[in-house]
């Protein structure tokens, strides 16, 4: 069962950029598409990004495309998510996930493994 770690969150200030990490525990991440969701206090987890197992494709939610980007290093088994831009509105615990069906990238419920979440906060 692979395991997922997220890092490089922290807090910055509005306008300002961040890249998160996240490191699989498994070669086999090179096989999983990988999702982005965030969390923030008081509301559901909401899709961010996502991208296929080979990186060819990436998809974004409205609310962030254009200033995130998001990748992998299938070498290193692990996903990254370049946060630029960055707005209070985008404060929130951030989580990678891996292993949905590409057609259900969306859904929380169709990822099986998910990291411990990192907290970005952004302030004005």
């Known amino acids: 069962q692979v395991q997922l770690v997220e890092s490089g969150g922290g807090l910055v200030q509005a306008g300002g950029s961040l890249r998160l990490s996240c490191a699989a525990s498994?070669?086999?991440?090179?096989?999983?598409?990988m999702g982005w969701f965030r969390q923030a206090p008081g509301k559901e987890r909401e899709f961010v990004a996502a991208?296929?197992?080979?990186?060819?494709?990436?998809d974004y939610a409205n609310s962030v495309n254009g200033r995130f980007i998001v990748s992998r290093d299938n070498a290193k088994n692990t996903a990254y998510l370049q946060m630029n831009s960055l707005k209070r509105e985008d404060t929130a615990v951030y989580y990678c996930?891996?292993?949905?069906?590409?057609?259900?990238?969306?859904?929380?419920?169709?990822?099986?493994?998910w990291g411990q979440g990192t907290q970005v906060t952004v302030s004005s």
């Open positions: 991208i296929t197992w080979n990186g060819a494709t990436t």
């Open positions: 498994e070669r086999t991440f090179k096989t999983y598409h």
């Open positions: 996930a891996a292993d949905p069906p590409w057609g259900a990238r969306y859904n929380v419920r169709t990822y099986p493994y």
